[in-house]
């Protein structure tokens, strides 16, 4: 998308699809829990809510608009980088009221700017990048504030219809992926971020992949045949981690009477054997694929099952094709509070036939998160760059809890390997032989 008012369009209806989300978030609990730590792995949701306000004035007001600061004293308080989230409640932060006329006074200026703003001549504008940013920021912490409604205790404050059924009856296990080279990352995708970027050649050797995520049903078969007792299926950290903090199966998983059950958003109900796991680190998801025989796919591995068409030789945007995510290709931007079961939405598989690649559960991958060849830093090296290292490792793909605007065949996110209260699940692979 290159015309300058299909984007300007494009990036109205990402903001204000952001706003909403932020809204029900935010508007689903009251004042006392807005401003409670649900967890010290957490920030206070009003944090959030004015954080959000802070980056879109930072970057859309003053660094596009060149405006003066409407609240230069309230810049360090919301620095993420200033501030860990267990020390965030200490803070003098804006009351809820406080907050939430802040952010609708930055994006009421917001939005006089994208109107006015011409989408060339410059990084920050060309292809309404900024804006593209800023939504994607949005719904990134739309989406840290679903985990911290996760996380919180007491009754459901969210609800949402139920995902469209899926069934693996006549799905192979696994499929190959030829090998050969594919591009990976991309440089013409107006709103990828700078650690997609530029796009290159990878080599990747034929492999098998799980057709669909592993399931909870799959992963008990781990547990009860004593995954969480033998040493030899962990790395020596996530082992370290197994003992120090004595688990025994995904967080929020507990055995009761002899089921099984998970607290899903304030409801406890038995775990679903054909959903995707979900809420494992990458200790555990690695320590699963040892114990099957497998092993984690490599990032390259992922991006090239999910975009890479053998028949034409390019890549593609998503697994289905270069058009936009819809209700029947994938389950993304909140719609449903928990992963379709497996094998759901044939539409959006890939042309390999591999299901839910996009959508449904961010997948561990076992690459560490590194740049690109080429890779340059903008707007600016606190989003990718200092992150960069074998400290973090690579997810992708996205979850239910992942808006369309953040979420491409490119995109990587990525985490320390202990995380499990984030949307993770994954699947595995094998050499061809």
């Given at each position: 998308?290159?015309?300058?008012?299909?984007?300007?369009?494009?990036?109205?209806?990402?903001?204000?699809?952001?706003?909403?989300?932020?809204?029900?978030?935010?508007?689903?609990?009251?004042?006392?829990?807005?401003?409670?730590q649900h967890?010290?792995?957490?920030?206070?949701?009003?944090?959030?809510?004015?954080?959000?306000?802070?980056?879109?004035?930072?970057?859309?007001?003053?660094?596009?608009?060149?405006?003066?600061?409407?609240?230069?004293?309230?810049?360090?308080?919301?620095?993420?980088?200033?501030?860990?989230?267990?020390?965030?409640?200490?803070?003098?932060?804006?009351a809820?009221?406080?907050?939430?006329?802040?952010?609708?006074?930055?994006?009421?200026?917001?939005?006089?700017?994208?109107?006015r703003t011409p989408l060339r001549g410059g990084p920050l504008t060309d292809a309404a990048f900024a804006f593209g940013m800023i939504a994607q920021h949005e719904q990134q912490h739309d989406e840290t504030m679903l985990i911290t409604h996760q996380l919180r205790s007491g009754p459901a404050a969210l609800t949402a219809p139920?995902?469209?059924?899926?069934?693996?009856?006549?799905?192979?296990?696994?499929?190959?992926?030829?090998?050969?080279?594919?591009?990976?990352?991309?440089?013409?995708?107006?709103?990828?971020?700078?650690?997609?970027?530029?796009?290159?050649?990878?080599?990747?050797?034929?492999?098998?992949?799980?057709?669909?995520?592993?399931?909870?049903g799959a992963y008990l078969s781990f547990i009860e045949d004593g995954g969480y007792r033998e040493a030899r299926w962990w790395a020596p950290a996530g082992w370290a981690m197994v003992r120090e903090h004595k688990l025994d199966a995904p967080l929020f998983w507990r055995q009761e009477g002899g089921q099984w059950l998970r607290r899903r958003f304030g409801v406890t109900e038995p775990v679903p054997a054909d959903e995707p796991v979900l809420h494992v680190s990458w200790y555990e998801a690695d320590a699963y694929a040892r114990w099957a025989g497998r092993r984690l796919p490599t990032e390259a591995e992922w991006e090239k099952a999910a975009r890479h068409d053998s028949v034409s030789g390019r890549s593609r945007r998503y697994p289905w094709g270069d058009a936009d995510p819809t209700p029947a290709h994938a389950n993304l931007g909140q719609r449903h509070l928990r992963p379709a079961p497996a094998g759901a939405y044939p539409e959006g598989q890939s042309?390999?036939?591999?299901?839910?690649?996009?959508?449904?559960?961010?997948?561990?991958?076992?690459?560490?998160?590194?740049?690109?060849?080429?890779?340059?830093?903008?707007?600016?090296?606190?989003?990718?760059?200092?992150?960069?290292?074998?400290?973090?490792?690579?997810l992708r793909g996205g979850a239910f809890s992942v808006d369309e605007v953040a979420c491409r065949g490119t995109f990587r996110n990525w985490d320390l390997p202990v995380r499990r209260q984030i949307f993770a699940g994954f699947r595995t692979a094998r050499d061809a032989a």
């Open positions: 998308m290159t015309d300058p008012e299909l984007l300007r369009a494009r990036a109205l209806t990402a903001l204000t699809a952001a706003r909403a989300r932020t809204g029900v978030l935010t508007s689903s609990v009251d004042d006392r829990e807005l401003t409670a967890s010290p792995l957490m920030s206070p949701l009003v944090w959030d809510l004015a954080h959000i306000g802070n980056q879109e004035e930072q970057w859309l007001l003053r660094a596009v608009a060149g405006q003066d600061a409407i609240r230069p004293e309230i810049d360090s308080l919301y620095d993420a980088f200033e501030h860990p989230r267990a020390s965030r409640p200490t803070l003098p932060l804006l809820p009221a406080e907050a939430r006329r802040y952010a609708a006074d930055v994006r009421g200026r917001a939005l006089d700017v994208l109107e139920q995902p469209p059924p899926g069934t693996t009856e006549g799905l192979p296990g696994e499929v190959l992926v030829p090998g050969g080279p594919f591009t990976m990352g991309t440089s013409t995708e107006p709103w990828a971020l700078d650690n997609e970027r530029p796009a290159h050649q990878r080599v990747v050797a034929a492999f098998h992949l799980d057709t669909t995520p592993v399931t909870c042309p390999d036939g591999v299901r839910q690649l996009m959508g449904d559960v961010w997948e561990w991958t076992a690459s560490d998160f590194l740049p690109y060849p080429g890779f340059v830093a903008f707007p600016y090296r606190e989003y990718s760059e200092v992150f960069f290292g074998p400290e973090h490792k690579v």
